[in-house]
């Protein structure tokens, strides 16, 4: 006998896993459980959190740099382009996808099953710095909202985007489209965000959430899996039992799709090697003096490509809608 797992009460054969912050390199050790039933793993004492998301941890999404805003041309590619990827016709539109087909490759994949028109209500949890909002405001949208727990005071994006301080909790308003991406699996209450989640959505709407899921990675690298990443994220869910666990609130789930990455590989093979993410060996596109040979990452981005087709990557987008 175990603690029970908080989502689905087992207490028989839960497994207690240690393992180290290493996004940081700070190497303080946590410790999760995973449930011997439904999977799910889960972050036995969460820490004060605010020390584990330092100013870089928000300054990752810098806003300043978005590629399809730093010239003049480009932003009247993405506000043609928009148009004909949200369905809407467009001969300018097909026109500028057909000779800059890179333009596309700027929208965000996970946006396009949906239909979505340019004043659909726009919700981004734990946005951050508000990177993506401000990426699809350049794609015509014009009706988006952000908010996140960390950010210490209202910001406004180059465009005017507003950014609230609040959590899922917090939020106001009625939205067609509430999306998390890589929120969820740091919130301490799923259940509740949830419950919050549905309150936002607008009838007809979608909840779009992108999290990191147990799968091939977890086998594979155990305690050195990337996305463990102790102690922010409290929550990994399997496929499966988040697709039950949204179902027994209240959802349906129209659509999972996996959007893993070679991170999987070489951030895991990373933590194995005793390199943190922030360490100047560190892979990063276009970093010098990188562990792994060019060979190897393609190879690991094939393989990751591989898994999400066999719906076994390491993370994975749901979507879902009021049952
Ligand atoms: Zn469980």
């Not at 999977?39 to 605010?50: A, H, M, S, Y």
Request: charged fraction near 25%; glycine fraction near 6%.
């Amino acid at each position: 006998m175990t603690e029970p797992c908080r989502i689905c009460r087992n207490t028989e054969h839960n497994r207690i896993i240690k393992t180290r912050e290493m996004m940081f390199g700070q190497r303080e050790e946590f410790a999760y459980l995973e449930c011997g039933n439904c999977g799910t793993i889960q972050l036995l004492e969460v820490p004060k959190l605010d020390a584990y998301y330092p100013p870089e941890y928000l300054s990752m999404g810098s806003i300043d740099d978005i590629d399809i805003a730093v010239t003049a041309s480009r932003r009247l590619a993405a506000r043609f382009a928009g148009r004909r990827l949200r369905g809407e016709h467009s001969l300018i539109g097909k026109s500028v996808l057909a000779l800059k087909p890179w333009v596309a490759d700027h929208y965000p994949p996970s946006l396009r099953r949906l239909d979505l028109k340019a004043n659909s209500r726009i919700l981004d949890v734990g946005c951050g710095t508000g990177r993506l909002l401000e990426t699809l405001h350049y794609f015509g949208f014009k009706n988006l909202s952000g908010a996140d727990a960390f950010v210490c005071h209202e910001i406004s994006t180059p465009s005017g985007i507003k950014i609230k301080p609040q959590t899922v909790a917090e939020i106001e308003g009625e939205y067609d489209i509430v999306m998390l991406h890589h929120v969820f699996e740091h919130l301490p209450d799923p259940k509740a965000a949830l419950s919050d989640i549905k309150r936002l959505l607008a009838p007809g709407g979608t909840a779009l959430i992108r999290m990191p899921v147990a799968a091939f990675a977890w086998e594979e690298y155990g305690t050195h899996w990337v996305q463990l990443d102790p102690p922010r994220h409290l929550f990994i869910f399997r496929e499966k039992t988040f697709v039950e666990f949204a179902k027994s609130l209240g959802f349906t789930v129209s659509a999972v799709e996996y959007d893993s990455t070679a991170m999987q590989f070489w951030g895991s093979e990373q933590y194995r090697r005793d390199i943190p993410l922030n360490d100047p060996r560190s892979h990063d596109y276009g970093r010098e003096g990188t562990v792994f040979s060019p060979e190897q990452i393609r190879e690991w981005e094939a393989a990751a490509k591989k898994l999400n087709e066999e719906k076994r990557g390491d993370q994975a987008c749901f979507y879902l809608q009021k049952a």
